[in-house]
């Protein structure tokens, strides 16, 4: 009776009691679909599909992510086969194992971990919402002469 608005209804949530929250598929768990979170996201078990996280993903050391993520933060420690878009900071532990391109302003890499793909960095913020499939599409292999659209 008199009580705050927000007290009378449980369901309402504020925007950082969002930003706080974690969500979490634990080990053992398998998962195949997309994903968005508006919190922060760790994965500890099989997940197949693409993510959005608005905050942190943190990929366990038994975590396993097939498909590309869109996010504020990474860190990596499991292993990750997709590309990753992160618009402030990716970090990828020792014994992560990272297959695919990532674009990002900052990147930590620690001793032994594993990375094959592009790293594209810098001061400008990428945009989340395009879909995290930076220059793995257009990049020439290594002594390959790139093909040219260009007919006389």
Do not use: Y
């Not at 990532?102 to 594209?120: A, K, S």
């Not at 960095?121 to 995290?132: C, D, I, L, Q």
């Amino acid at each position: 009776m008199f009580g705050r608005e927000d007290e009378k209804n449980p369901s309402s949530t504020s925007s950082s009691q969002v930003r706080d929250s974690k969500s979490v598929l634990g080990a053992g768990t398998q998962f195949v679909g997309n994903i968005r979170v508006q919190g922060s996201l760790k994965i500890d078990g099989d997940f197949q599909g693409e993510v959005e996280c608005r905050e942190t993903l943190e990929v366990g050391k038994t975590g396993a992510i097939q498909g590309n993520l869109s996010v504020k933060q990474a860190e990596i420690a499991g292993k990750v086969a997709g590309n990753i878009l992160a618009s402030e900071r990716i970090e990828l532990r020792e014994g992560s194992h990272l297959e695919g391109d990532i674009v990002t302003r900052r990147l930590v890499i620690d001793e032994g971990v594993f990375f094959e793909g592009n790293c594209r960095m810098g001061e400008k913020t990428p945009n989340r919402s395009t879909t995290a499939t930076p220059a793995a599409s257009t990049s020439t292999p290594p002594g390959a002469k790139p093909e040219s659209s260009f007919k006389p």
